[in-house]
């Protein structure tokens, strides 16, 4: 794999719709599709701020932002980042963000960065998925 993961996930996760996978207050998984940001360098989501997610990011806890497949046989392949998430109020950040966004952003909405920890790319092959980290 030629690209570096930091481009491939740049072009499987900006501006595009994405799953985030947090934890609900009971413990039972949940699933919630974003449209991530990159900008200043670093990854943001926003979201309405009654959303669940944004309940969940708050707890504190490590989360999953999962790429889609552009098909049902995974071509382009799939990028899956472990993140720490950090609401952030900075109005000269939020204005940085929302230049760097592919859609409108209500002035309502929170405002996410996403700390990227483990990072896995995974194409699939004819001989299988091959998986960079």
């Known amino acids: 794999m030629a690209e570096s993961l930091a481009q491939l996930g740049r072009e499987r996760l900006d501006g595009k719709i994405c799953y985030l996978a ?12 974003v449209t991530p940001i ?24 490590p989360y999953v932002l999962q790429s889609s497949v552009r098909t ?13 998430a950090l609401e952030t109020d900075s109005a000269d950040e939020r204005q940085l963000v929302i230049e760097a966004s592919s859609y409108e952003i209500k002035e ?4 996410f960065r996403l700390d990227v920890g483990r990072v896995v790319f995974t194409q699939y092959e004819d001989d299988g998925p091959q998986r960079e980290r």
Not at 72 to 81: P, S, Y
Not at 108 to 111: A, I, N, Q, T
């Open 72 to 84: 049902n046989t995974g071509e382009g392949g799939e990028f899956l980042v472990d993140v720490d």
């Open 22 to 33: 947090t934890t609900q207050p009971t413990g039972a998984p949940r699933v919630h599709a």
């Open 108 to 111: 309502r909405y929170v405002l």
């Open 38 to 61: 990159i900008g200043c360098d670093d990854l943001y989501v926003f979201m309405e701020p009654t959303s669940p997610k944004s309940r969940d990011l708050n707890a504190d806890k």
